[in-house]
């Protein structure tokens, strides 16, 4: 659109120059005088492929009319675009000999054109505004963008190299921390998995061998886990798995969960609402996820109380809730006895990010009965 305007700039101004508005009178037919500046225009307009046209059209028409604005216009692109030592100095030497080839037309029609291209101070004026000044705009202009170009690829440079740092100080305290769990976490469980097996073996008692291969099958599961974490810590890209690690759990794997809470001696119902269709999978992932939690929590602060799990599939949703009764009386003396279990106290903080992650909501509050309700909204 630009190089259309200076096409047209180019052709009117010509045009009134060629008419001696603005220059010299050419004394031409306006027949001829139209298609000279139709001409100096539509050099101007193919600039934007390549200025020598102009250039040309520029030397002519200058030499014979001192119709300056397409020389002035291509002063200016070969200040944008000439090298800076030969070419600049090719293009000034034939500038000169325009101006000399102008002198001598001009000495030869007397007149106007006479006293502006054959006089000395004349023609230095006009070739310092139509050819020095241009030219050293282009220059000026050309500079300009060079040094913003290198400012921008420096800027880019820069962000880049502090993405790769910032990169690599992830990686490192990834590693760093994939290290620490395998050191003391992997330790402690692989301990209780071998104990729980021990004892397995060694107990008379049905039941408690019963509880023993339980536990030894929970830590096994959660040293898979711990792997699977494990390995993701040590990706070289967030979100990298390797193809030998286990999936994720999802819904398809609740009531395996809800078996193992219920040999904890908690009571655990579930109840499915709407009608089961397949979600996206990091939906399901989450809904698991939520129960697991929820029912940690239960067994943790309200012992063997029992639990209300709940799948309602709606429209556009899936909804997950885990209500517990208010805890019951005393405990028997095996769960009394036992430590309260530690906890970090990040569980339900780190539920409410999965769900607003996926655009879902995460409620947890205590019902009248003294129970206690964990529910989420997910969109599926």
């Not at 000279?36 to 102009?54: E, Q, Y």
């Not at 999978?281 to 029912?295: K, N, S, W």
């Not at 639990?307 to 405990?331: C, F, I």
């Amino acid at each position: 659109m630009r190089f259309v305007l200076l096409g047209a700039g180019v052709f009117a101004v010509s045009l009134f120059v060629l008419t001696g508005q603005m220059g010299v009178p050419s004394g031409l037919p306006l027949p001829l005088m139209l298609a000279i500046a139709a001409a100096a225009g539509v050099a101007a307009w193919h600039a934007r492929r390549s200025w020598w046209p102009l250039a040309a059209v520029a030397a002519i028409a200058y030499a014979w009319l001192v119709m300056w604005p397409p020389l002035m216009v291509a002063s200016y692109f070969a200040g944008r675009t000439l090298d800076r030592t030969r070419g600049l100095a090719a293009y000034l030497g034939g500038c000169l000999a325009v101006c000399g080839l102008s002198a001598v037309i001009g000495e030869a029609r007397d007149g106007l054109q006479e006293m502006l291209t054959a006089t000395l101070g004349n023609a230095l004026f006009m070739a310092l505004g139509v050819i020095g000044l241009p030219v050293a705009v282009g220059l000026w202009t050309r500079a300009r963008s060079e040094v913003l170009a290198a400012a921008r690829e420096r800027a880019e440079r820069l962000e880049r190299e502090q993405v790769m740092r910032a990169e690599q100080a992830r990686i490192q305290e990834r590693a760093r921390i994939a290290r620490e769990m395998h050191d003391v976490v992997a330790h402690r469980v692989s301990l209780m998995v071998l104990h729980a097996g021990a004892l397995e073996v060694r107990t008379a008692d049905e039941e408690s061998a019963r509880a023993a291969a339980m536990i030894g099958e929970i830590g096994r599961e959660a040293l898979a886990n711990l792997r699977d974490v494990l390995g993701v810590l040590r990706a070289p890209r967030p979100g990298g798995i390797d193809a030998g690690h286990r999936p994720q759990p999802t819904l398809g794997d609740l009531d395996r969960l809800l078996d193992q809470t219920r040999a904890l001696g908690i009571a655990v119902t579930r109840h499915d609402e709407g009608e089961p269709r397949p979600v996206e999978e990091t939906v399901e992932r989450t809904a698991y996820r939520v129960i697991q939690e929820a029912l940690t929590n239960v067994h943790k602060h309200a012992g063997d109380a029992g639990t209300d799990v709940r799948l309602r599939y709606g429209d556009g949703e899936l909804e997950v809730e885990v209500r517990n009764q208010a805890p019951h009386g005393p405990r028997e003396a095996p769960h009394a006895a036992r430590e309260a279990l530690p906890g970090a106290g990040w569980g339900l903080v780190g539920l409410r990010e999965r769900v607003e992650l996926l655009g879902g909501t995460l409620r947890t509050t205590a019902d009248e009965s003294g129970g206690f309700v964990v529910s989420a909204r997910i969109p599926a």
